[in-house]
């Protein structure tokens, strides 16, 4: 090809790139808007994430606020240059909501009042000041001082400071009051004189508002719960354990986002590996990286130990499902047990024994070491803090009589026992493990050999005890219950049928423990609005009624919730 028809063929290339391609880009962009005006963010973000423009890397960011990373949604809204001022504004305007998700208030309440003074663009404006108006009134005390400390603006600390008025206590209103001023020696004004009205009687302030009531989160919060379960191969009788427990939690969530249009809640998934040897990564990630403001999980014990101690340093609430272990829970603020442990499973068979079976002279026998030993000791204390008398208490090692307690039993025996020959009304038997059946098996036997008629009181194990239709007809026998699915309650058939459309199969007991989990937080986020207070919100969580178990924390960290129920033949 010679010269001349290299530089035509050159022009017309040149012509084609000038002509064609930005209307081809156009075209790709308004796909991409197109889009995200759907809901379809991943796919929109890979036109977006291929494209160099303000318009590209604004609407790259509104996609990835959506799916709630808001990190990566400011690295790119930061790139919206400032000659497009509407472009500029918009991308201020979801920066600052991406602040605030990521609980960095101040430089949220910053931008925000920044947009609101150049009121370049009505629209943005105004949902900016609205936003501004939400934001100020929701922070907790310690959000507020740490607001009130870092803004640049003066206009903000006066604001943060109005805004508190009725809605903390009289002694931190009239801190904020004093600290604005010492920040602005000389400051007066209306607004600040009649604040300082309002803080001049503190029985004044006292009766004229309800100081500490929650006040309600900005429009568009987004809660974040991170769910900590182990995985189990396809075959193993496990497996579907965990699986039904996240269905039961993503249904509730899904329910949630439905039901309300102004604040979502997201899911993060992470395998716990049924054992806690990755629960530092774990924590670290979910707190790190998602933002999240309660845990769901983990299924253990021994894991829920180890992860206690990060949601402790980190304030993030841990609620288990399972896990009841009593040492969980020992001088920790942030871990709550769905699962009663067996102390508490002791000391309301204690109550059930005294206040409604009316006994006053009861025995107790446990295996040493178990976790029966725990209910035996809350069974001792709370019966004689209710005026009974516990005149046999038997906790020994069971092992080295090969788990025969007979001779054991023998002191129950008026002819054996001929001092002390005590009338016992019942026997709590908290056995555990294993070895539960065969301690059962011999409590029996030992009972009909000395013709006793006294109750029984169990664990959780006796339900599913083999125990032969003669015995239970002739014996009372009670034992303690933490979830049961109750076949009268009406929303049940919902829940179920709900269930099988979504995840086409019928749910399971764990199922209904996931939904009440994911429930009970939900409900608490929604209460409380600021998950600053959802540790205090789920301590005085009490009456919850759920499908498989009531809970109520009664400012505590465990459910208090427990049956008791009788153990009766099938022919009765």
Do not use: C
């Not at 156009?26 to 963010?41: C, K, M, P, R, V």
């Not at 959506?66 to 790139?79: G, H, P, V, W």
């Not at 530092?280 to 983990?298: C, K, M, Q, R, Y």
């Not at 009589?401 to 002390?420: A, H, K, Q, R, S």
């Amino acid at each position: 090809m010679n010269p001349t028809n290299m530089l035509r063929v050159s022009f017309f290339t040149l012509i084609f790139l000038i002509t064609i391609l930005p209307n081809v880009f156009a075209q790709s962009l308004d796909t991409g808007i197109e889009f995200y005006e759907n809901g379809n963010y991943e796919e929109a973000l890979q036109i977006f994430e291929r494209a160099e423009s303000d318009e590209a890397y604004l609407f790259a960011g509104k996609s990835y606020f959506a799916l709630n990373n808001f990190l990566r949604a400011k690295l790119y809204l930061d790139k919206v240059s400032n000659t497009n001022q509407e472009l500029s504004l918009e991308a201020k305007y979801t920066e600052a909501l991406a602040d605030f998700q990521l609980k960095n208030f101040t430089l949220s309440l910053d931008a925000l009042h920044e947009i609101n003074n150049t009121r370049d663009n009505a629209s943005v404006s105004n949902a900016a000041y609205n936003f501004y108006s939400e934001l100020v009134d929701y922070l907790t005390v310690k959000q507020r001082f740490e607001a009130f400390k870092q803004t640049k603006y003066d206009d903000v600390r006066f604001d943060l400071m109005e805004a508190a008025i009725g809605k903390v206590n009289f002694g931190a209103a009239n801190a904020l009051l004093k600290s604005y001023k010492n920040a602005l020696p000389g400051a007066s004004n209306i607004d600040l004189n009649r604040i300082e009205q309002l803080l001049s009687d503190s029985t004044a302030y006292a009766q004229r508002y309800l100081p500490n009531r929650y006040a309600k989160a900005p429009t568009g919060i987004s809660y974040n719960i991170g769910v900590v379960l182990p995985e189990f191969e396809l075959e193993s009788s496990q497996f579907q354990i965990p699986q039904h427990l996240y269905f039961g939690i993503q249904l509730a969530v899904e329910e949630f986002n439905s039901e309300n249009s102004d604040k979502k809640a997201f899911i993060t998934y992470k395998n716990s590996r049924a054992n806690s040897s990755n629960v530092s990564a774990i924590a670290n990630d979910l707190v790190w990286n998602h933002n999240v403001d309660a845990i769901a999980g983990p299924l253990y014990s021994e894991t829920a130990q180890d992860l206690a101690r990060y949601a402790e340093d980190y304030e993030v609430p841990m609620i288990t499902p399972l896990a009841n272990s009593d040492s969980i829970n020992f001088d920790l603020n942030y871990s709550f047990q769905l699962n009663p442990t067996f102390a508490v499973q002791g000391k309301k068979m204690a109550q059930y024994a005294v206040q409604t079976l009316g006994y006053d002279t009861l025995a107790i026998i446990a295996e040493k070491g178990s976790l029966g030993e725990p209910s035996a000791t809350a069974f001792l204390d709370e019966s004689r803090e209710l005026g009974a008398e516990v005149v046999r208490y038997i906790v020994d090692d069971f092992a080295s009589e090969g788990y025969d307690i007979t001779e054991y039993m023998e002191v129950f025996d008026p002819e054996v026992d001929t001092v002390f020959n005590y009338n016992v009304d019942a026997i709590y038997a908290p056995f555990t493990g294993n070895i539960a059946g065969t301690l059962i098996n011999s409590l029996l036997t030992s009972l009909e050999a000395i013709e006793s008629d006294m109750t029984v009181l169990g664990s959780a194990e006796w339900e599913s005890s083999e125990i032969d239709e003669d015995r239970l007809s002739e014996m009372n026998i009670y034992y303690s219950k933490t979830y049961e699915v109750s076949e009268t309650n009406l929303e049940k058939n919902d829940f179920e049928s709900a269930f099988r459309l979504r995840f086409e199969t019928s749910p399971n007991e764990f199922a209904y423990i996931g939904y009440d989990l994911a429930n009970v937080i939900l409900e608490t986020l929604k209460r409380v609005e600021n998950p600053a207070y959802l540790k205090e919100g789920l301590k005085n969580v009490s009456g919850f009624k759920g499908l498989s178990t009531n809970i109520s924390f009664n400012g505590t960290h465990i459910n208090t919730e427990v049956k008791i129920k009788r153990l009766r033949s099938e022919t009765n």
